[in-house]
């Protein structure tokens, strides 16, 4: 039996691995905790336990983790890279400050922590294609400075005071349930509520501008089995490249076309999240991952366009 506490559980990701671990881990305290304003709904407040927590509040993550007996902390707070970029010194305060708040709760209660880094964490000097795991981390962006940060932080609070941190770098992530909201990656989730919707799309990036993107399914199943992970095996802890498809703009879109062939898409670029792509890598080399962990991705682009396309057509009551 585990009990955790998701930070975060009302966002893009926590919404979805809330429900997962709890079908993962039935009987356990499964705790979604939320900010004021970001309250949970429906299913995610009737499945399980909710609590406030606000990461910035190191009593509030310590009470929680008092209450449900806590021995796992899966870290979700964040700005995404182009919010983060308009406010900078909240970016740091949530990504690093907040991340502090976890590190010490959990030194002090003894709970394992995931905290994502992201493909955000390398920067112009990174080798862009097949980014190797181990390779220069010199981001251009307050979101990578602080998941750099986040990184290192981890790694010292686990060899200096053996607290059990993990985290994987995650590539942009799609998915039909939460939008993102705020990320550099969120076009290609745009495009397909676009597609569906029988809009035009205006994508706010370029062609022939190449990025790592994951099903959410995937995502969710890297977070758990990092986790779950034989710790004898891990050489690396944070944080893991993952990777399972690259694509630019044109790409996607001709694979919806494939799907939704009145779909119609044209440019309307956005400079600040054309100068962050453009900073990132174009593909990563997720090796480590494969080896040390057995990390393997299901999606590619096809199955999850068919997937995202089938669900969204539900969701919006499209039926086609
Ligand atoms: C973003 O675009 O900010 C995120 C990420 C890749 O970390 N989706």
Known sequence: MKNVLIIGATGQIGSELTMKL???YPGGNIVAGYIKGAEPH???LQSGPAAE???TNADQI?????TYHIDTIYNLAALLSAVAEARPQLAWKIGVGGLFNVLEVAREKGCAVFTPSSIGSFGLSTPHVKTPQDTIQRPDTIYGVTKVTGELLSDYYYHRFGVDTRSVRFPGLISYTTL????TTDYAVDIYYSAVRGEEFKCPIKPGTFMD????PDALRAAVEIMEADPTRLIHRNSFNIASMSFD????AAKIKEYVPEFKMSYELDPLRQAIADSWPDSLDDTCARQEWDWQPEYDLDAMTRHMLSHLRTKLHVDK
């Open 22 to 24: 709890r079908k993962e």
């Open 249 to 252: 703009p044109e790409i996607i």
């Open 53 to 55: 927590v606000d990461i």
């Open 213 to 216: 993107m994951m099903y959410m």
């Open 180 to 183: 993102p909201g705020g990320g």
């Open 62 to 66: 310590a009470r929680a983790v008092d």
């Open 42 to 44: 429906d299913e995610l």
